[in-house]
């Protein structure tokens, strides 16, 4: 395990909770102290893990602010079939009600014309509101994509640096 691995371990775990400022002090310390790269090639490896793990940690947190937050607060990457299997599902409530609104409108009974009236708007507005909500949650899709093509380019930068 290089040094930028063990240092980015200390991190996580003070970030956990699981060691409190002063053990990460002391303990980063102990690593630091230890460690004396010799050759030109150590300082440069060392400068690339630190570099790489910089942005590995970068990227953790704007993956987090570019998930979409559920209903109970879990976190979800946003993909394609996320988006589809939310929108159209909706939409698809939609499209239950204009056929049943039709054939309540087409039969004979006279009362029911206001409710096949009611379900036909209602299932419209179902259809149109799962319209929106693809186009919606599909830029959060090309956000994500674009935000992550960066960090891997970045990446890619470091290690070829």
């Given at each position: 395990?290089?040094?930028?691995?063990?240092?980015?371990?200390?991190?996580?775990?003070?970030?956990?909770?699981?060691?409190?400022?002063?053990?990460?002090?002391?303990?980063?310390?102990a690593?630091?102290?230890?460690?004396?790269?010799?050759s030109?090639?150590?300082?440069?490896?060392?400068?690339?893990?630190?570099?790489?793990?910089?942005?590995?940690?970068?990227?953790?947190?704007?993956?987090?602010?570019?998930?979409?937050v559920?209903?109970?607060?879990?976190?979800?990457?946003?993909?394609?079939?996320l988006?589809?299997?939310?929108?159209?599902?909706?939409?698809?409530?939609?499209?239950?009600?204009?056929?049943?609104?039709?054939?309540?409108?087409?039969?004979?009974?006279?009362?029911?014309?206001?409710?096949?009236?009611?379900?036909?708007?209602l299932?419209?507005?179902?259809?149109?509101?799962?319209f929106?909500?693809?186009?919606?949650?599909?830029?959060?899709?090309?956000?994500?994509?674009?935000?992550?093509?960066d960090?891997?380019e970045?990446?890619?930068?470091?290690?070829?640096?």
């Open positions: 395990m290089s040094l930028a691995d063990e240092l980015l371990k200390l991190e996580q775990l003070r970030q956990t909770g699981s060691l409190t400022a002063a053990e990460f002090t002391s303990a980063k310390a690593l630091l102290s230890g460690y004396n790269p010799s030109p090639d150590e300082i440069k490896q060392l400068q690339v893990d630190t570099a790489l793990a910089r942005l590995d940690i970068d990227w953790k947190n704007r993956e987090k602010e570019l998930m979409i559920g209903g109970y607060g879990n976190r979800f990457i946003p993909t394609k079939n988006v589809f299997t939310r929108s159209w599902t909706i939409g698809g409530l939609g499209g239950l009600f204009i056929p049943l609104s039709i054939a309540i409108f087409v039969s004979s009974l006279q009362d029911k014309e206001v409710g096949a009236l009611l379900f036909f708007f299932g419209s507005g179902f259809v149109l509101y799962g929106w909500l693809n186009s919606h949650l599909n830029k959060f899709v090309i956000q994500y994509k674009n935000a992550y093509d960090y891997l970045e990446r890619e930068r470091i290690i070829n640096s």
